[in-house]
């Protein structure tokens, strides 16, 4: 015979232990005052994005912890740039080794053409190399950033495809649709902080500003601007969206600093209480009281003329040597400018430490102050590295490899470059697009050690030479190899044209003689 049992007791209808009498517990005293939220990602996330980036810049503005961290990452991800290496599938395209070799040196002197000029700019400004920069430096400071592609004819490049990036303020809702962070759309769709979705979640177009709505100095009419997501014809996206992401059915980025706002806030206001306290203490200030009137109401001997209080104002400062002349009746009574905080290094270093782990960023790179020994100061930056490696992957997807492919379609449909089938069959264009980013290496504690690593890697076939290359300072294993035969040939030739000719040796060694 079957007997039901409540499902929060057991058989002998003691209460089950569980996460209810844990984490999930309504009984526990340290847990009755916790409130939370259980809302979505609109809820938690996107319609708090704009108050979270004007503090996430406020603080980057300021210095500091949140100036740091996303600067730190931006030159460990992106540095001088991420370049890339055009990799065929000539195994699929039936390309031989030396025609597949032509054609991605080909591809990659076109590209320079393009990525090393400003005209790949909208505004004419920035290299391609230099967007990288300010795209993901933008991506970590406001949470994220987007890129609008459009052709301009100019006159130094045979290319019109240019970027434009647009600050995350940009993209809002229109002031049409009755809220300025989310919306209904007729067709059963939301408007969620200026990004566009329809009734199964996917987004289908942007709506950005003339300018942005938080701007001063521009007092020009807000005007915004349905981008589509996708091209009706080619299905090539119009506009990048790169962003950084925490949870499903996201639709707008949360700066880096998002987690860390009140705790920075908080630091940096002790920073400069402990700041002003010892620019206090260092301060030798004197007060002289007379119990008559001289005449001489104010500063005696201080700091500049136009700073001394007259009889009208007697407003007094602390500065360095000031002697003052104190009405009559009027006395100081405690003047101790003297502070001591035994305690401040390690509270400092405990709470860098702490928000340094809750970035992902080891403490010692934060700080850029290595103290340990080889070993520990290697494991920081082999844990630092993983981190730079996701970001670098997530940045080459969303806005490298994207913009690769949209300036090869120019190339390839101008004629610039051969590619045949490339617009005829989706495999074929993906085969010629393959291309690998190569960035800034992780750098080296103790160099010779490393190298002698990276030989037994190796010899033992567990990595290639080209990898090796490429993750250590960056470079082409096939650049450098072509680069290192024409200086042995040229050492070759500098050496055989130096060496002394044999009939003169035996014609000195006969005068000798």
Request: aromatic share 8%; proline share 4%; with cysteine.
């Amino acid at each position: 015979m079957n007997t039901l049992i409540d499902k929060g007791r057991s058989k002998t209808g003691t209460p089950k232990m569980s996460y209810g009498s844990h984490g999930a517990s309504t009984t526990l005293n340290s847990l009755i005052g916790w409130i939370v939220n259980a809302g979505d990602a609109e809820d938690n996330i996107d319609l708090y994005s704009s108050t979270l980036r004007k503090r996430a810049r406020d603080l980057y503005a300021g210095g500091g912890l949140a100036r740091s961290g996303p600067q730190t990452l931006t030159l460990s991800v992106v540095g001088w740039g991420v370049l890339p290496k055009p990799k065929i599938d000539g195994e699929f395209l039936g390309l031989s080794d030396e025609a597949r070799e032509e054609a991605e040196r080909t591809i990659l002197r076109e590209f320079r053409l393009w990525a090393e000029n400003t005209m790949c700019d909208a505004e004419r400004q920035q290299n391609f190399y230099g967007l990288q920069q300010l795209a993901f430096l933008s991506m970590l400071m406001s949470g994220d950033v987007f890129a609008l592609f459009g052709m301009k004819e100019n006159r130094r490049t045979p290319y019109q495809t240019t970027v434009r990036l647009l600050e995350a303020d940009r993209i809002c809702n229109p002031e049409s649709s009755g809220d300025s962070e989310s919306a209904e759309t007729e067709s059963g769709g939301r408007i969620i902080d200026g990004v566009e979705i329809d009734r199964e979640g996917a987004v289908i177009r942007y709506h950005v500003a003339s300018r942005s709505p938080n701007a001063e100095a521009n007092a020009s009419e807000l005007v915004w601007t349905a981008i589509d997501a996708f091209g009706k014809d080619t299905g090539y996206p119009n506009i990048l969206h790169v962003m950084t992401y925490e949870r499903p059915e996201q639709r707008r980025g949360v700066p880096f600093v998002s987690a860390e706002i009140e705790q920075i806030k908080q630091f940096t206001r002790y920073m400069n209480a402990e700041l002003a306290a010892n620019v206090v203490s260092s301060m030798l200030t004197a007060f002289i009281v007379s119990d008559e009137d001289d005449g001489k109401f104010g500063l005696e001997d201080a700091v500049n003329d136009d700073e001394k209080v007259t009889d009208d104002e007697l407003s007094l400062e602390l500065a360095p040597g000031a002697i003052y002349n104190l009405p009559p009746g009027k006395k100081v009574e405690t003047v101790n400018p003297l502070r001591s905080n035994t305690q401040f290094e390690s509270f400092v270093n405990t709470c860098i430490m702490v928000m340094a782990s809750s970035m992902g960023i080891p403490k010692e790179v934060l700080v850029k102050k290595y103290e340990s020994n080889y070993t520990a100061a290697r494991a920081a930056l082999l844990d630092f590295w993983r981190t730079v490696r996701v970001y670098r992957t997530r940045f080459n997807s969303s806005f490298n490899q994207p913009i690769y492919e949209q300036w090869l379609s120019e190339a390839v449909a101008t004629g610039r470059i051969d590619a045949p089938g490339f617009f005829d069959d989706p495999a074929v264009r993906q085969a010629w697009c393959g291309c690998v980013w190569m960035g800034a290496s992780m750098g080296h504690v103790d160099p010779l050690k490393e190298v002698n690593a990276a030989a037994m890697r190796i010899a033992n076939n567990i990595t290639t030479q080209e990898q090796e290359a490429s993750e250590y300072n960056g470079n082409d294993w096939t650049a450098n190899i072509r680069q290192r035969k024409k200086e042995i040939a040229a050492l070759n030739e500098l050496n055989a044209g130096e060496a002394p000719d044999k009939d003169d040796e035996e014609k000195e060694g006969k005068e000798n003689a």
